[in-house]
C-alpha cells in the first residue's frame, strides 16, 4: 500500500473511553495516514463494521462481550477476513491470549502500552502485510511454533473458565488485590469474589498462592 494511501481502520473495543483515546491518538498522531472508519463495542458490532466499512485493519480487542476477537474473526465470510488485516491491541499479555488470537487469523498482537506512533507504526506495517507484535509476546509465539509451550494443555486448562473469570484469575495471580481487581474490571468486589471462587473450584486448588503458581508454570503471567 503506497505511503500516501490512508489506512482505513474500525476500532473494536468495550470500553467506550479507550475506543476514544485511541480515536484521537490515530486522528492526531496518524492525521493523513489513518482513516477512523467505525467503531465497535462487541463482537455483533464489529461484525456489521466490518461487512459494512470493509476496512484495510481492524483495531481488536481480545475480551469482547459475545465471544472474543477471535469470535469476530471465526464468524466474517472468509473473502472479507481475507481482505481485512487484524491487529490484536490488548490489554492481556497472557501467552495463551497471543497464541489464540494469532491461530485465529491475526496478523499482530500488541498491548495497551503502545504509544500513539508505534501504534500508527504497527496499523500500516500489517496493513502492508507484515506480522507485527510487541517485543516479548513475539518469543510466545517461536516458542509455540518450537514446541515449548503445549499450547493444547493451556487450552485444556482455560476452557474450564469463563472469559471473565481468565480476567479475574490472571489479575489476582498477579498480585492485585480484590479491590484492585473491582476497580480494573468496573465490577463489585463481591463479584470478584464469587469468580475467584469458582476459579479456584474449577482448577482444583486451595488458595492464591496455588494460583499464582499455576499460572507462573503457564507463563499467563
Do not use: C, N
Not at 464468524?75 to 497472557?94: G, Q
Not at 479475574?168 to 484492585?180: P, Q, T
Amino acid at each position: 500500500m503506497p505511503d500516501q494511501t490512508p489506512v482505513r481502520v474500525v476500532i473494536v473495543d468495550d470500553h467506550a473511553m479507550f475506543r476514544s483515546g485511541v480515536r484521537a491518538e490515530l486522528v492526531g498522531v496518524g492525521a493523513g495516514h489513518i482513516e477512523v472508519l467505525a467503531e465497535a463495542a462487541d463482537v455483533d458490532e464489529a461484525i456489521a463494521a466490518v461487512l459494512e466499512h470493509r476496512p484495510d485493519v481492524v483495531l481488536l480487542d481480545v475480551h469482547l462481550p459475545g465471544g472474543g476477537g477471535v469470535e469476530v474473526m471465526r464468524r466474517l465470510p472468509a473473502e472479507r477476513r481475507l481482505e481485512t488485516s487484524f491487529l490484536a491491541l490488548s490489554v492481556s499479555d497472557a501467552a495463551e491470549d497471543v497464541i489464540g488470537t494469532i491461530r485465529g487469523g491475526a496478523r499482530g498482537y500488541v498491548t495497551k502500552t503502545i504509544t500513539g506512533p508505534e501504534l500508527v507504526s504497527a496499523i500500516r506495517r500489517v496493513a502492508d502485510g507484515d506480522a507485527v507484535f510487541s517485543p516479548r509476546l513475539a518469543g510466545f509465539v517461536l516458542d509455540a511454533f518450537a514446541g515449548s509451550i503445549d499450547v493444547a494443555a493451556v487450552d485444556e486448562d482455560l476452557d474450564r473458565l469463563t472469559e471473565r473469570e481468565r480476567e479475574v484469575m490472571r489479575l489476582i495471580a498477579r498480585g492485585y488485590s480484590y479491590k484492585e481487581v473491582a476497580k480494573e474490571l468496573f465490577i463489585s468486589i463481591k463479584t470478584v469474589e464469587t469468580h475467584m471462587s469458582s476459579v479456584l473450584r474449577k482448577l482444583q486448588l486451595s488458595s492464591r498462592h496455588e494460583l499464582t503458581r499455576w499460572a507462573s508454570d503457564r507463563r499467563l503471567l
